[in-house]
C-alpha cells in the first residue's frame, strides 16, 4: 500500500517555465489537498478537492491551477513559474467522513521541492 | 486564517516539560496537532472535536478550549524523539478544509 505518491521529489525550474507536480493516492480517500511550506509561514494550503470533478481555493492559490478527473489523482500545475513560488510542496489525503468519526486525519506525500530561478 | 502558535521555538532538556499553544479568531469545531522531522512529511499526533476535551498520546496530550478557540499541546517527560515541528491545524466544520498555524519547532538535547 503506497499511500501518498508525489512526484517529482526535486525540480528546477526557470522563470516562466510551467510544470505539473503529481499527486496520486491508492486509498480511495475522497478529499486531496495541496499544501506549500516555506520557513515561518508553516503549512498553507493551495487548493483542495472533496471528491472527482470538485475542487476549490485555499489561502493561496494565485500562480496555480488543480483539476480532480479521477479519485486518485490531484495534480498540481504551475502555469509561469515565478521565484516567489519556490517551496516545499505537499499533497494530502484523508477519507474525509468527518471530523466527527476521526475520519478526516490528512496522509501526507513526502513532499516535492521546487526551485525557480 | 491561519491560526497562531506560540511560542515559535522551544528548547528543552531531556526530560522537562513543554507546552505550545493554538489559538484562532474564528469559531473552530476541531484541533488537530501534526508532528514533522527535518526533511520529512508531517505526521499526525492526535485530533480533539468538541470544547474541553482533552486526549493523550503516550506522555503527549492537548486540550481544546471552544470557547475560547485554543488548544494547547502538553509533552511531559519530553524525549529526544520529541524534537520537531509541531503544527495545529484547525476546521471550522465538520468537513471543513484543514488550515494549518505557523508551526513551533522543538529542540530536546540531552
Known amino acids: 500500500n503506497a499511500g501518498v505518491t508525489q512526484t517529482p521529489k526535486f525540480q528546477v525550474l526557470k522563470t516562466g517555465q510551467s510544470m505539473t507536480l503529481q499527486c496520486a493516492q491508492d486509498m480511495n480517500h475522497e478529499y486531496m489537498s495541496w499544501y506549500r511550506q516555506d520557513p515561518g509561514m508553516g503549512l498553507r494550503l493551495i487548493h483542495y478537492?472533496?471528491?472527482?470533478?470538485?475542487?476549490d481555493q485555499g489561502e493561496v492559490p494565485n500562480g496555480y491551477n488543480v483539476s480532480r478527473s479521477t479519485t486518485e489523482d490531484f495534480p498540481l500545475r504551475l502555469l509561469s513559474a515565478a521565484p516567489s513560488q519556490t517551496s516545499v510542496y505537499f499533497c494530502a489525503s484523508s477519507p474525509r467522513t468527518g471530523a466527527a468519526s476521526g475520519a478526516n486525519v490528512l496522509t501526507f506525500g513526502a513532499g516535492s521541492r521546487l526551485t525557480v530561478l | 486564517q491561519q491560526p497562531v502558535q506560540s511560542p515559535q521555538a522551544v528548547i528543552l532538556r531531556e526530560g522537562e516539560d513543554a507546552v505550545i499553544n493554538c489559538s484562532s479568531s474564528k469559531a473552530l469545531y476541531s484541533v488537530h496537532w501534526y508532528r514533522q522531522k527535518h526533511g520529512e512529511a508531517p505526521v499526525f499526533l492526535m485530533i480533539?472535536?468538541?470544547?474541553?476535551e482533552q486526549k493523550g498520546h503516550d506522555k503527549i496530550s492537548a486540550s481544546f478550549n471552544e470557547k475560547k478557540q485554543q488548544s494547547s499541546l502538553y509533552l511531559t517527560a519530553s524525549q529526544l524523539s520529541y524534537s520537531g515541528t509541531y503544527f495545529c491545524?484547525?476546521?471550522?466544520?465538520?468537513?471543513?478544509?484543514?488550515?494549518f498555524g505557523t508551526g513551533t519547532r522543538l529542540q530536546v538535547f540531552p
Open positions: 491545524g484547525t476546521e471550522r466544520g465538520n468537513t471543513d478544509k484543514l488550515i
Open positions: 480533539l472535536l468538541k470544547g474541553g
Open positions: 478537492s472533496v471528491g472527482a470533478g470538485i475542487t
